[in-house]
């Protein structure tokens, strides 16, 4: 599976976050004025458990409202493009799939029929993707509750990817994983275009393209947190201290 926007100009921001903030119930700033962009690749986000980390993602996504800031995807805003157009396009993938009724083959027949995605033409098939992974295809027509952490966790990812979105929005995604099947979806996943949580210091330097993102709680405009994370036409990264 390769990355279908890999070949964009390498003076084109695919993705760009200014000043994100969200604030906690009482007020007071979860983290604030978080900038990204991102031309293509793997940025991954770094920094202790409670920073927000997996909060970022769901306010990409849309999933949680901003407190304040902005996106851009392509240079249109979620507004521009329509709410559910923004999801199908920076998808975000839960580390922790929620048991859901039937199967995954029944899942995955509701999500294609959704407007946004019925108007592609083509998909993977995420059967393919996941079989590479280790998952048998007989477990696509096991009931969702039958199936480990780690079978869920890939097959959601193979979904996930299956769609082709412009970018993939991912919360620890092999954290429930054992050595050689994080290998193998590390390998899939270096190929496209993904903004991606991990805890793992070593995962993050084997799978960043696109630079990291040291994330920490409150005010994220200080030297230490790198943003404005691009790739040259080399593929070398580079950063923008704040």
Avoid at 132 to 152: C, F, N, T, V
Wanted: hydrophobic residues 30%; neutral net charge.
């Amino acid at each position: 599976m390769t990355n279908p926007h890999s070949s964009s100009s390498s003076s084109h921001i695919l993705f760009r976050a200014k000043g994100i903030g969200k604030k906690r119930e009482d007020g007071t700033w979860l983290f604030r004025n978080v900038d990204l962009e991102v031309k293509n690749g793997v940025l991954t986000v770094t920094g202790p458990s409670g920073v927000g980390k997996s909060t970022l993602l769901k306010c990409i996504n849309q999933t949680t409202p901003m407190d304040e800031g902005q996106v851009w995807l392509n240079n249109k805003t979620p507004d521009q493009l329509g709410i559910p157009t923004w999801r199908s396009r920076i998808m975000y993938i839960p580390q922790r799939t929620a048991t859901m009724e039937g199967t995954p083959t029944d899942f995955l027949e509701v999500v294609r029929k959704f407007g946004t995605h019925k108007k592609k033409d083509t998909y993977d098939d995420p059967v393919q993707i996941a079989l590479d992974w280790g998952i048998r295809p007989e477990l696509w027509h096991s009931k969702w509750s039958m199936l480990s952490g780690g079978e869920m966790q890939r097959i959601s990812l193979a979904i996930g990817c299956s769609f082709h979105p412009d970018i993939l929005l991912l919360d620890e995604p092999t954290s429930a994983l054992d050595e050689e099947s994080c290998d193998k979806v590390e390998k899939t996943l270096k190929e496209l275009n993904c903004i991606w949580v991990t805890h793992n210091p070593q995962q993050a330097e084997r799978v960043s393209s696109a630079g990291t993102f040291r994330m920490r709680g409150g005010d994220n405009s200080s030297p230490s947190s790198l943003s404005g994370v691009v790739v040259d036409e080399n593929g070398h990264t580079s950063g923008r201290a704040q």
